[in-house]
Structures are given as C-alpha cells and as structure tokens.
C-alpha cells in the first residue's frame, strides 16, 4: 500500500458501480465500512462506504480523464 498516492471514498447509491468502475482501471480498494445517518424522518438509515486508491498511474489516468471531462462541453 505504500504505492497509493490518492483516495477517494464513495457513499450513495451509485457507489458500488463508480468503485468497480475504479477498480478496473486499476485502484485498490482500501477500506469497505458503514456508514450511518438519521433521514429527514429521524429514522437511522446505514449505506456501505468505500475507500480506494490509486497509484502514480491510476491517478495520472483519473487526472487526465477529469481534465478531458472539464474541457469537453456539456449539454
């Protein structure tokens, strides 16, 4: 682990898909943990939390394609 130069950490309901999407461009995974909250309910909701990171090449690709991402126009 000493190679990670980055972490991001994912919570949501779309976590488990941006993670395996990280995951296959080569990051680690680091951590799977529970996170947990009271909604607008007051009633205590938990959702699993995810930490990866990346090495000097994972996180060059992420940058690259985060910058490619700003330049690009949205519709």
Not at 24 to 39: E, F, M, T
Not at 40 to 45: K, R, S, T, V
């Amino acid at each position: 682990m000493n190679d990670i130069v980055f972490t991001l950490e994912f919570k949501g309901d779309t976590a488990n898909s941006e993670v395996n999407q990280h995951l296959i461009a080569g990051w680690k995974l680091l951590h799977v943990g529970q996170h947990s909250y009271k909604d607008a309910d007051g009633q205590l909701m938990q959702e699993a939390i995810y930490v990866i990171g990346a090495d000097k090449k994972a996180y060059k690709q992420h940058k690259h394609a985060q910058d490619k991402a700003k330049k690009s126009p949205h519709d």
